[in-house]
């Protein structure tokens, strides 16, 4: 290859720390002990050391040798730029306490402004999702008071399906303003899914992180929000796409006998629904049926993640894999290593 193909990250993340959050709260917080987020279960993530993050990332590094630390894993990777995600302030929406979560995510997002952005680096913020309206009103002040390109939704501690009109309002702002909706796996109460039946770390994170997604992008998909909004940037990120064929003629054989009745917006497949949308879909390490996803729904719908610093990441090595592919062309990689992910967050 004659020149290295560009890439972006349209999926790292940041271990941000709750102590840099509490100093943007507002002040009527400021006795207030309780932690900004609910927790999970108590599982041992890296094996007791055994799957270290990668690049000298380590738990409780603060969010300035965070910042330089991504710096030089974009120089030594040849990355353009670098999306960055929250690993733990999506469930800021978990909260009952609408009030404390509404402000929470607004002390999260001038955090992420204030101290991880750079012209390479794009940190994406938090949303009480579970109060659509103060949802919204955070699209708009994050994005024009702040210059976030987007927000991160995870899958589980929502009241409804993604595509339920109840988060309306947060998809019109994000419309609106521009601001990317990036769908996002966790593990974290999985139990919504029900992977209180497992046993271990492996099959609880294995299972819940695409059946959190599935159930949205289905809910999405059937509700037809590319369809109502068709101005806004949505992306179903941290477990792969090469579900898409297999779950795609799925919900096209329930289209072909339902539609009429429970999915009105479809007036085409969702296969070809999702064709024709602007979604966006990452792609993970060593999916052995790429080029069959990319034939079925099209390089356009793909996006790369380095998934950097969580154990389960495959960073660099994904990524030289992608560059030397001999079943891509040079400018399916460009697309899917750099263009669709510019596209996806404005860069």
């Known amino acids: 290859m004659p020149a290295t193909i560009p890439a972006i990250d349209a999926d790292g993340h940041i271990l941000e720390r709750q102590d840099e959050i509490r100093k943007y709260l ?8 309780s932690a900004l987020w609910p927790g999970g279960q108590t599982w041992d993530l890296e094996l007791s050391g055994k799957l270290p993050p990668p690049y000298g990332y380590r738990r409780n590094m603060s969010a300035r040798e965070q910042r330089e630390l991504w710096t030089h894993i974009c120089d030594d990777d040849e990355i353009e730029k670098a999306v960055l995600f929250p690993t733990g302030s999506g469930n800021i929406a978990k909260s009952q306490d609408r009030a404390w979560a509404r402000d929470v995510c607004r002390a999260a997002n001038r955090h992420f402004a204030e101290d991880y952005m750079t012209d390479r680096l ?32 995870v899958t589980d501690g929502m009241p409804f399906g993604l595509g339920d009109t109840f988060f309306d309002p947060v998809f019109e702002a994000a419309e609106k303003f521009g601001a990317t ?19 271990t770390f492996a099959e609880v994170h294995a299972y819940a992180f695409p059946a959190g997604v599935i159930l949205n992008f289905t809910s999405a998909l059937c509700h037809g929000v590319s369809v109502r909004f068709p101005r806004l940037k949505l992306g179903f990120l941290e477990i792969g796409a090469t579900w898409l064929p297999y779950y795609l003629d799925r919900l096209d054989e329930h289209w072909e006998k339902r539609a009429e009745e429970e999915m009105p917006h479809l ?17 993970e390490g060593k999916e052995t049926l790429l080029r069959e996803t990319i034939d079925f729904v099209g390089a356009e719908h793909l996006i790369y993640a380095t998934d950097v610093p969580h154990w389960d990441g495959e960073f660099p090595e994904n990524l030289e894999e992608m560059r030397a592919a001999n079943n891509l062309s040079d400018a399916e990689k460009r697309a899917i290593l750099h263009d669709n992910a510019a596209a996806l967050f404005g860069l």
């Open 26 to 33: 507002d002040s009527r917080w400021a006795n207030r002990e």
């Open 122 to 153: 794009f940190p994406v913020g938090a949303l009480p999702m579970c109060d659509p309206q103060a949802a919204a009103a955070e699209v708009e002040y994050a994005t024009k008071e702040l210059g976030l390109k987007g927000f991160e939704v």
């Open 181 to 199: 909706i990036g769908v996002h796996g966790t593990r974290h109460w999985a139990h919504e899914w029900g992977a209180d039946k497992l046993s």
């Open 267 to 283: 007036k085409k497949k969702p296969s070809q629904t999702f064709r024709e949308s602007s979604i966006k879909v990452s792609i």
